[in-house]
């Protein structure tokens, strides 16, 4: 049977991202776990942000970590990274729409280029959840920006 070279092309595409997910589950070290470090960047986040912080360490360790990494680091060419993510510590509102609405299409970050699909978590996450999760990931690893409510995520609309 013939393939053609888009399917192929694709078939490639899924295999690495399929890859780089498992490398990053089972990339610990011998010192602690992915889950682990993740916990502990989110209690360095709770300094700044609150106990909001601290639920959002929890939820992005459970549903984002595997493509954005523990460390928020990203998977070069693949999954952008977090830290020190201008989009992710600038307007709120944008970051908040990303999570809630998902993304596609090419994007650059720290002068990489991105071009991926970023699930809608507004499906499957509450708004309180979002909030937790944006809250954590704009002040984990070196981000410095300020908590999102509930109220700003139930405010950002498709």
């Not at 889950?35 to 989110?42: I, K, L, M, Q, R």
């Not at 307007?91 to 998902?102: A, R």
């Not at 071009?115 to 002040?139: C, E």
Request: proline share 4%; net charge positive; with cysteine.
């Amino acid at each position: 049977m013939k393939r053609s070279g888009t399917t192929c092309v694709a078939a490639l595409l899924l295999i690495g991202a399929l890859t780089a997910c498992a490398k990053s589950s089972g990339g610990a070290t011998a010192s602690s776990s992915p889950s682990e470090a993740a916990e502990a960047t989110a209690s360095a986040a709770v300094a700044q942000n609150g106990v909001a912080a601290n639920a959002g360490g929890k939820l992005f360790t459970q549903n984002c970590s595997s493509c954005h990494q523990p460390n928020g680091q990203g998977v070069q060419g693949t999954f952008p990274p977090l830290a020190g993510n201008t989009t992710v510590t600038g307007d709120p509102s944008v970051v908040i729409h990303i999570v809630k609405y998902g993304l596609n299409g090419k994007v650059s970050v720290k002068g990489t280029d991105y071009n991926g699909m970023m699930p809608a978590w507004g499906q499957s996450l509450s708004n309180a959840d979002i909030a937790s999760i944006v809250t954590y990931v704009r002040s984990a690893w070196g981000n410095q920006a300020s908590a999102v409510t509930q109220a700003e995520v139930t405010a950002v609309s498709q």
